[in-house]
């Protein structure tokens, strides 16, 4: 069987989300950028301090800056794995997934999986799936229906592995 690939997330997902990441990375980067050279002015001095101001304002005032800048610094972490992690691969030898730039690719083999969950929605499609090994764990989840994956890999492992789908919110 050749292999077969779950991206990340499908393109109108990606789309969506990088431009949500960059969004607020262009907003806080506006606001805050030129604050913050106005606050290393005075820090460092160039620029006089206003009235009463003590060392310990201008220690506080880093601080909030790097409260400020949070945002755009997770968004732009998130912008990155986004596009540079590529596709998940699950083939004959066992499942890969990771690998962009933040993060290293892993590979469980077929016979090293202890546990696959998966996620279904109320249609019964399957929406996520997780290969579990002994010292990593790979989540599938490409934005599509995974219910053909979920059966070439419920073929693959040993049937101890396998727990059956959960459905979030479901009514008991």
């Known amino acids: 069987m050749d292999p077969i690939e779950i991206p990340v997330a499908i393109l109108p997902i990606k789309l969506l989300m990088s431009s ?15 604050k913050f050279r106005t606050y290393l002015r005075v820090a460092t001095g160039r620029e006089p301090r206003k009235p009463g101001t003590r060392t310990i304002h201008l220690v506080l005032g880093f601080l909030v800056y790097l409260i400020i800048f ?18 998940s691969i699950v083939s004959a030898a066992g499942v890969s997934g990771g690998g962009g730039a933040l993060s290293s690719r892993k590979t469980i083999a077929w016979d090293e999986v202890t546990r696959v969950n998966c ?12 290969v579990i090994a002994t010292s990593q764990k790979i989540e599938l ?7 053909s994956v979920r059966d070439y890999i419920w073929s693959r492992v040993p049937r101890g592995a396998i727990r059956p789908c959960a459905m979030p919110f479901r009514n008991r």
């Open 70 to 87: 949070a945002p755009a610094v997770i968004a732009a972490l998130i912008f990155l794995e986004i596009t540079t992690t590529p596709p």
């Open 141 to 147: 989840s490409g934005g599509g229906d995974l219910s």
């Open 20 to 34: 949500a990441c960059l969004f607020i990375i262009l907003v806080v980067l506006w606001w805050g950028v030129p």
């Open 119 to 130: 996620s279904i929605t109320r249609d019964h499609r399957v929406t996520s799936l997780r």
